[in-house]
């Protein structure tokens, strides 16, 4: 089953403008990732936040956690038609090593 | 790309028949998954190992088995395939070092008729 699920399902939005799409969780965790997967291919680790984290950056792209709320965002800043992908999120629960994956945000950009 | 291979990459095959589906690393990482893709449900787990011959069933193992007699090699088969393990099956691997993120190989695009 899956733990983590995305919001928005997809994203439309214009080259230059920003993208945030949420993962919320239901147990507690040892971390969540994120993963883009460009059409066709296998998926692409991008980030990983620890529970004992609440914010991460690299490049252009923004992770916040909030454990309380049990959720996290990803934040692609002055996005490109590049970044056009599936984006998903992935929580490792307390005490185990498998990430479990949610459904994906499908991510348009449009140039 | 981790030096994940995956073998065929695609393959059409008939209600019925065996298949098996091969997943190769190059690095000597110990964890090694396999999962299915499927529109709607995203990426399940279907089985995966910690070492040599050393396997466990993950969310949707029916109809699938796996084998680890080296390091590099993961093979998963499905024992008589059905039109429902229609998907893209991708192999991922773990390295060490305590976090846990996963690196994917290219994936293996699977047609049952």
């Known amino acids: 089953s899956q733990q983590g699920e995305e919001d928005p399902q997809a994203l439309s939005i214009q080259e230059g403008e920003n993208a945030t799409m949420n993962c919320s969780y239901k147990?507690?965790?040892?971390?969540l990732q994120w993963y883009r997967q460009n059409s066709g291919r296998g998926l692409v680790h991008l980030i990983l936040?620890?529970?004992?984290?609440r914010e991460k950056h690299s490049g252009r792209l923004r992770v916040t956690l909030d454990t309380s709320k049990k959720s996290s965002s990803l934040l692609i800043t002055a996005s490109r038609a590049a970044d056009t992908a599936s984006y998903f999120c992935?929580?490792?629960?307390?005490?185990?090593?498998?990430?479990?994956f949610g459904r994906g945000t499908s991510l348009i950009v449009h140039p | 790309d981790a030096g994940i291979t995956q073998s065929p990459r695609h393959k059409v095959t008939e209600t019925g028949t065996p298949v098996t589906l091969r997943c190769h690393q190059t690095?000597?990482?110990?964890?090694m998954y396999w999962y299915r893709q499927d529109p709607g449900h995203g990426l399940r787990l279907i089985h995966y190992?910690?070492?040599?011959?050393?396997?466990d069933k993950g969310e949707v193992s029916d109809g699938y088995s796996v084998s680890r007699s080296k390091t590099e090699d993961f093979l998963l088969t499905l024992e008589s395939a059905t039109s429902s393990q229609t998907s893209v099956y991708f192999c991922?691997?773990?390295?060490?070092?305590?976090?846990?993120?996963?690196?994917f190989g290219p994936g293996t695009r699977l047609t049952v008729t």
């Open positions: 690095e000597n990482h110990r964890y």
């Open positions: 936040i620890r529970s004992n984290e």
């Open positions: 992935a929580t490792v629960p307390g005490g185990s090593y498998i990430p479990t």
């Open positions: 991922a691997i773990t390295p060490a070092g305590g976090t846990y993120e996963q690196y």
């Open positions: 190992s910690y070492g040599v011959k050393d396997t």
């Open positions: 147990t507690s965790i040892n971390n």
